[in-house]
């Protein structure tokens, strides 16, 4: 069975912008997630965040919205908000790591309060228009909080379970917890999807081989570093006449043409792109000079000379 492949939200990398020309340049995604929507404190979302979810911003794009919240009236709220705009899924977001989230029972720092989260469903569940699935760490500070949550989450109608098996305090390093992850599949009564360091189309194939009854995976940075890497898990190829490095330069084009139009200027047009090419730059040789490159740009014409010489003397790797 062909895998499923989503492409994970991101805050400041995958708006609807990056959404958009990655699906007219490349293959192989089928969902495209969106960073979290949240209420802020006058319970209103930011002009930003609607703009990125409305529907005519995402045409052809199979995208599902992601919330935080942790209180049954936000939910309901950014809920129905989304089910009125004709969205026919959702996520919650139990994963952001970052503390100034966690800090207030957000993301990652609401898993060790199973107990809340059974109440957020309990009220929520009969109330939703939508399919609901849960994007999560295997806990804040202890690995064993998901063996608390699963139960939880067993007794209600999930459509998805994705897990990127990691604490909440590792953020994005140290050990990926497989062993973990491994018993999720056997407590779960959903079907589950894996998230986390999938990079290189050898991270799947090992995964792929490790979990034989998987078939959904979410990718995040290694998409972004690697817009191909969906294609070579799927064995296509949407543009066989072209080099890598060919497609990447016009898919690079577009994209910039993208947040010319958006941003407000130079400097904020270069601090962009500049912040996709700490992820670019993997795919090439040498990336370190790659990423130097675009770093010491401070201007377009120095910004796209680095972009040339890069393309040029530079091979994609990925």
Avoid at 32 to 53: A, E, G, H, T
Avoid at 232 to 241: A, F, L, T
Wanted: one cysteine or more; aromatic letters at 12%.
């Amino acid at each position: 069975m062909e895998s499923k492949i989503s492409l994970a939200p991101i805050q400041g990398i995958t708006d609807y912008h990056f959404r958009n020309t990655f699906q007219r340049y490349f293959d192989g995604v089928d969902f495209f997630y969106s960073p979290y929507l949240r209420l802020d404190n006058d319970k209103q979302l930011k002009r930003p965040k609607v703009k990125d979810i409305l529907p005519e911003n995402n045409v052809g794009v199979h995208l599902v919205p992601q919330i935080m919240a942790n209180s049954a009236d936000e939910f309901l709220h950014l809920s129905s908000y989304l089910a009125d705009l004709g969205y026919k899924k959702l996520n919650w977001n139990l994963g952001c790591p970052f503390p100034m989230v966690t800090n207030r029972e957000l993301g990652s720092g609401l898993l060790p309060h199973y107990n809340k989260i059974n109440d957020i469903l309990e009220e929520v569940i009969p109330g939703l228009k939508t399919l609901l699935s849960v994007k999560m760490r295997i806990g804040l500070d202890n690995t064993d909080d998901i063996f608390n949550i699963l139960p939880v989450l067993n007794k209600f109608p999930i459509d998805e379970v994705i897990i990127h098996p990691r604490t909440g305090k590792q953020m994005y390093k140290g050990e990926i917890h497989t062993d973990i992850f491994e018993k999720c599949l056997s407590l779960s009564n959903h079907s589950i999807s894996y998230n986390g360091d999938i990079n290189t189309l050898d991270d799947y194939i090992k995964l792929n081989d490790k979990f034989k009854t998987l078939n959904s995976f979410m990718i995040g940075r290694g998409l972004v570093a690697n817009p191909f890497l969906a294609e070579q898990i799927k064995q296509i190829d949407k543009n066989p006449s072209k080099s890598k490095i060919e497609r990447f330069k016009e898919f690079h084009a577009a994209l910039t043409d993208e947040y010319v139009n958006a941003l407000s200027g130079p400097s904020h047009l270069i601090s962009r792109m500049t912040a996709f090419w700490e992820y670019f730059s993997r795919s090439f040789s040498n990336s370190h000079k790659v990423f130097k490159r675009i770093k010491k740009a401070t201007s377009i014409n120095k910004y796209w000379a680095a972009v040339e010489v890069n393309c040029k003397e530079e091979s994609w790797i990925a």
